[in-house]
């Protein structure tokens, strides 16, 4: 069993800076991809930021050069460093891994989320 906490959300003012973190735990080989998604009511979870095992990283337009995705491979976390956040950052921030193997001998790569953690911009 494997499990996502993620940390760091809360109340920012427009023009401030949070970062979030993510710990993955349990039964973990490998990772290949994590990434941060998030959920602004009344629309779709999209993807903000994703990194690959070997450093990889994308952006959604609307975050890019404002976030930064970052991960500790030997820790099972990732970060994400928002700066110059904007009211339409406001959301639910959801940690979500996928080609999780949990040993070296498995051959599916697994995908979890978690719990997710509220960002909200506001003045």
């Known amino acids: 069993q494997v499990q996502l906490v993620e940390s760091g959300g809360g109340l920012v003012q427009p023009g401030g800076s949070l970062r979030l973190s993510c710990a993955a735990s349990?039964?973990?080989?490998?990772?290949?991809?994590m990434d941060w998604y998030r959920q602004a009511p009344g629309k779709q979870r999209e993807l903000v930021a994703a990194?690959?095992?070997?450093?990889?990283?994308n952006y959604a337009d609307s975050v890019k050069g404002r976030f930064t995705i970052s991960r500790d491979n030997a820790k099972n976390m990732v970060y994400l460093q928002m700066n110059s956040l904007k009211p339409e950052d406001t959301a639910v921030y959801y940690c979500?891994?996928?080609?999780?193997?949990?040993?070296?001998?498995?051959?599916?790569?697994?995908?979890?989320w978690g719990q997710g953690t509220q960002v909200t911009v506001s003045s």
């Open positions: 979500h891994v996928a080609g999780l193997r949990p040993s070296l001998m498995s051959t599916i790569g697994l995908a979890y």
């Open positions: 349990g039964s973990i080989f490998s990772i290949d991809v």
């Open positions: 990194v690959t095992s070997g450093g990889s990283t």
